[in-house]
């Protein structure tokens, strides 16, 4: 059984988007929070603090603190996977995929969704979905988007290997929700840059899901849609109705 933690990073209505988190298998849920837990208390961080990403770029993380959170992130048995979204590009070739910035959430959630499954079954291993809560009309929204694409499957996948329905936290009480924060942050800052996220990132680039068979992320770990060389296909149904 594994735990996939997701959390956002940028807003849907803006230029990019990315949408990632980690899976960690639930009997090792106690090594991982441990080493991180332990990792950011030895470097000054109190253990009841909230520790974020936003934090992290305003300056008010200390650098010896988030080094700490990244070693352990990149040394603990956790799979990485992210999705990148354009959602201006997106509007223009998949119109219903983007439509609205709770459409380009639940598109980069369904594109997560995709990839879990695929990983779970190449694991034959079962998972849940942890999501961090917003707003309690979006949450009621996309648990009922979930149920929808769960029941019957997207263009490409069943989803017969996720666990009842989506699971809410508030951040402040989940360290997965906190670790995602720290993937999807270093993930979308680390973009096309050179700057101290993209340090971080190459730190946690060997934990990001690989395909199996060919050992790349691209597609697996890291999804961009839309693809910049790709020409658009027929985007699924509505994916609110």
């Not at 200390?62 to 201006?88: E, I, N, Y």
């Not at 879990?116 to 961090?132: C, E, K, R, T």
């Amino acid at each position: 059984m594994y735990l996939l933690f997701l959390d956002e990073s940028g807003r849907p209505e803006d230029k990019s988007f990315v949408l990632g988190g980690i899976a960690v298998r639930a009997d090792e849920w106690r090594i991982v929070r441990d080493r991180l837990v332990d990792a950011v208390t030895r470097a000054g961080w109190p253990a009841d603090r909230e520790l974020k990403w936003h934090g992290i770029r305003k300056g008010l993380v200390p650098g010896k603190v988030a080094d700490a959170a990244f070693a352990a992130l990149a040394a603990s048995p956790v799979t990485c996977f992210a999705c990148a979204l354009r959602p201006l590009a997106g509007k223009q070739r998949y119109p219903e995929m983007f439509a609205t910035p709770d459409d380009t959430y639940a598109t980069g959630l369904m594109l997560l969704a995709e990839r879990f499954q695929l990983f779970l079954a190449h694991q034959d291993s079962y998972g849940l979905i942890v999501l961090d809560s917003r707003r309690p009309e979006l949450d009621d929204r996309m648990r009922r988007f979930f149920e929808r694409l769960r029941e019957e499957g997207s263009a490409y996948l069943k989803f017969d290997r996720l666990v009842d329905c989506l699971m809410f936290a508030p951040s402040h009480f989940s360290i997965g929700l906190q670790m995602a924060d720290l993937v999807v942050g270093a993930t979308h800052a680390a973009r096309g840059r050179l700057n101290e996220a993209s340090k971080w990132w190459r730190e946690l680039k060997p934990r990001f899901a690989r395909h199996p068979a060919r050992a790349t992320i691209d597609g697996v770990g890291i999804k961009e849609f839309p693809e910049l060389s790709r020409p658009a296909r027929e985007g699924p149904r509505s994916l609110f109705r």
